[in-house]
């Protein structure tokens, strides 16, 4: 793989993606409707241009979460593979844990903290900002 892209894909190999090195720091998002479309309580997330987003094998379904947000998944195993938001159009977020190596993208932060569970009280020492970053 060159050093200037990042690959990945869902569960059940039927989609595979190649895209550019985040152009913003990775992020843990909290809120609800990142967390319902993972179905975990939070979803990390890295942003490139959307241009620089291949998919190699496969397309994902496309799903309008609500009325400006379109995520990506598999249609045969139901893995979340991307973000899109009508007031970001040039860009694309991609599912960290998509990644054949999420380490490379790892998480700079908590987004949305005013949407966490409870019990969802992150100690890693990142920033946590209540809604987006500023």
């Known amino acids: 793989m060159p050093a200037d892209e990042l690959t990945g894909g869902c569960l059940c190999g039927a989609v595979r993606y190649r895209t550019a090195l985040p152009?913003?720091?990775?992020?843990l998002c909290h809120?609800?409707?990142?967390?319902?479309?993972?179905?975990?309580?939070?979803?990390?997330?890295?942003?490139v241009d959307r241009g620089q987003v291949l998919f190699t094998q496969g397309?994902?379904?496309?799903?309008?979460?609500?009325?400006?947000?379109?995520?990506?998944?598999?249609?045969?195993?139901?893995?979340?593979?991307s973000y899109w938001h009508a007031d970001w159009p040039a860009d694309l977020s991609v599912t960290i844990a998509s990644l054949d190596h999420p380490e490379l993208a790892a998480p700079a932060d908590h987004t949305w903290m005013a949407d966490a569970?409870?019990?969802?009280?992150?100690?890693?020492?990142?920033p946590q900002y209540r809604t987006d970053r500023p």
């Open 23 to 27: 152009k913003s720091p990775p992020t």
């Open 31 to 47: 809120c609800v409707s990142c967390r319902r479309a993972a179905g975990a309580h939070v979803l990390g997330l890295y942003t």
């Open 59 to 81: 397309r994902p379904l496309d799903y309008r979460s609500s009325a400006k947000v379109r995520r990506g998944f598999c249609a045969r195993c139901g893995t979340a593979l």
């Open 117 to 126: 569970l409870a019990w969802d009280r992150p100690a890693d020492g990142l």
